[in-house]
Structures are given as structure tokens and as C-alpha cells.
């Protein structure tokens, strides 16, 4: 067999491994295509047609975290219509079908999904978790949905806001965690942190927290000891910090590695020297997660593969889905 058939023959068992997203966000996971044809659907809400495509390039990495963030801004213009929630839902589904997903915690901030339709954050959320149920169930796939609260601002009113959404609903078993997502560099209050602790021990939710992925370990750190988080989104820092990696080691917090989102958001500058070998070399737990598949042109085993290239080494991978199913949120797995 040549190195061409043997490169293929790897390709294949890659995409019909077993699989569990850890982290994945609902907008992200929606294919080029679905979204372009809802935005043209939409499009009386728009004054003018979106190109999206200069978003989706994934050949060059972006310049920074903030310009990747910009893409949302795009991504953020739909749903308008319940009708368009559920397209994009079940795109989703099979989105993770095709890539032999067997369970996904699903991410959403809510908020904007209930300002751009003019409904309560109750009913946002209500409508999220009522296609989630659905395409789980068609789909033969285990969800969890994990409400996303962003940095800035309004951290503490969003996260009350929903908050008060899940306690409407009567605390919904789909939700399974609370994540912290945006600009690592605005200081949120220190509320912020203790309504996150607070939450997870009235309700049993768990926390993960996006962190370390501007290069500055210390928000690491503060997310496992003053969020309580349970994993880190990224965490590509760590390796910087001895205190940090030992903390990750001791609490057995697990790392959500997305390589794909770390190369295009510049937070690894090559892919070869991406921090998750440290992690291997000392023992910091860690899964491989998607980030936004969608707007990668990508899905979860092309992130497999980039993580088999950079390690040098597919043995990891053997076992990626009972750490996948060790360290989900989503009960009855383990
Ligand atoms: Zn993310």
C-alpha cells in the first residue's frame, strides 16, 4: 500500500469513529449553504445581500480572536422566524449525523435569538430546547443544550435574564451547563463569577468556561477557582503556567481542544506546536471539539485529523470517545 491509500485508509476510520462534540456552538455548526439560503430567505430584513463567503475562508488564519468573533456578526443575523430556527436545528443534526456524532452539547447565547424575533428570553429558549428535542430524537443523537453568556456589558442582566428562562421553564433536564464565551480581555464583574457558583450548586449545572484562548493563563485559573468551571473552552495557555497545568491535573478538569478554531483564531500559530502535546506529556485531560465546524467548512474529523498530524501520533484517538463520554455534561453517558 502506498502512502496516498494508507493517508486515505486513515481519512476513513477518522470519519467512522464514534463521536461526541464537547463543544460546539448552534450558529457554527450550521453548513455554508443552510445558512446562505436563509439569509437569502430573511433577506427583507436586510438593506442589502450578505457575501458571506470572505467569512468562511479557513485556508488562512484570521488576525485575531476579535476577528474571528466579527463572523458572528454575520451569524447573528438570522433566525427571524421560528421557521428558520428549525431549518437551521436540524441542519445541525445532520451535520453531526454525517460525522457519525453520537451525542452534542449544543451552545447558544439565547438573547439575540429572542431580540431579533421580538419574543421573551423564555420563549427563545423554549423554542431552542423544543428542536433540540426533536432532532435528537429523528436523528438518534443525545443532546445537552448549554446557554452561553458573553462577556461584556450586559453579562450579569443576559445572565439572569436567562437564568429566569430556565427556572420559567422548570429547570429543563436538555440543559445540561452554563458556558462563558466573548473578549477574555473585558473584566467582568465580580458578581459574575459567584452568580456562575451559585447556579451550578442550587440547579446541579455544570460549568465550562472559554479561557486561556488570548494567551494569558491567569484566566484559567480564575475560571476554575472563582467560576467553579468544571472544563475550559481552548485553554491553549495552560502550558504557560506549572500552577495552572498542575490545577488542571489535580481538579481533572478537562480541556475542550478545538485545533481547527485555535489555528484560524491565531491562538496556536502553528499547528505543530499547538500546547495539547503538553497536555499528553503531562497528564492534563483534554478532548477534540469543533468550536464552529460550519464556518470551518469542516466538521469534527477534519479537527481529528489536524490533531493526529500535529501530535504525530493517532493512538489519542483510540480512546477520544469514552473521554468524550467521561467528561460530558450529559448525564447517563459515563
Ligand atoms: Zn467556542
Request: with cysteine; glycine share 4%.
Amino acid at each position: 500500500m502506498n502512502s496516498k491509500e494508507n493517508d486515505s485508509k486513515k481519512e476513513l476510520c477518522v470519519e467512522f469513529l464514534p463521536k461526541g462534540d464537547l463543544h460546539v456552538h448552534l450558529n457554527g455548526l450550521i453548513s455554508k449553504a443552510m445558512m446562505q439560503d436563509i439569509l437569502h430567505k430573511e433577506k427583507s430584513f436586510y438593506s442589502e445581500t450578505i457575501d458571506i463567503n470572505p467569512y468562511l475562508e479557513k485556508t488562512k488564519p484570521y488576525k485575531s480572536l476579535q476577528e474571528y468573533i466579527r463572523i458572528w456578526d454575520v451569524f447573528r443575523l438570522v433566525p427571524n422566524h421560528r421557521s428558520s430556527l428549525k431549518l437551521m436545528m436540524e441542519d445541525a443534526f445532520i451535520n453531526l449525523k454525517k460525522d457519525n456524532v453520537r451525542f452534542a452539547e449544543i451552545r447558544n447565547s439565547v438573547i439575540y435569538i429572542s431580540l431579533l424575533n421580538d419574543i421573551t428570553v423564555t420563549e427563545a429558549l423554549r423554542w431552542l430546547l423544543e428542536y433540540l428535542d426533536v432532532f435528537s430524537e429523528k436523528y438518534g443523537i443525545k443532546a445537552g443544550f448549554i446557554p452561553t453568556v458573553s462577556r461584556g456589558d450586559y453579562c450579569i442582566d443576559n445572565f439572569k435574564a436567562l437564568l429566569k428562562a430556565y427556572e420559567a421553564l422548570g429547570c429543563p433536564k436538555s440543559i445540561v451547563g452554563i458556558d462563558l464565551a466573548g473578549d477574555e480581555d473585558y473584566q467582568c464583574p465580580k458578581e459574575l463569577a459567584k452568580l456562575f457558583r451559585v447556579t451550578k450548586e442550587k440547579y446541579n449545572l455544570k460549568i465550562t468556561i472559554h479561557a486561556g484562548e488570548t494567551g494569558n493563563p491567569n484566566n484559567i485559573r480564575d475560571a476554575i477557582i472563582n467560576y467553579g468551571a468544571d472544563r475550559i473552552g481552548h485553554g491553549t495557555a495552560a502550558s504557560k503556567s506549572k500552577e495552572v497545568m498542575q490545577l488542571l491535573k489535580e481538579k481533572d478538569i478537562c480541556i475542550e481542544v478545538c485545533p481547527i478554531s485555535n489555528y484560524l483564531t491565531g491562538a496556536v500559530k502553528s499547528l505543530n506546536k499547538h500546547p495539547v502535546s503538553d497536555f499528553i506529556k503531562n497528564n492534563v485531560p483534554f478532548v477534540i471539539c469543533s468550536d464552529n465546524p460550519g464556518f470551518h467548512d469542516a466538521s469534527l474529523s477534519e479537527d481529528y485529523k489536524l490533531f493526529i498530524n500535529a501530535v504525530n501520533d493517532s493512538s489519542q484517538i483510540e480512546n477520544m470517545f469514552d473521554k468524550q463520554k467521561k467528561y460530558t455534561f450529559i448525564k447517563g453517558l459515563q
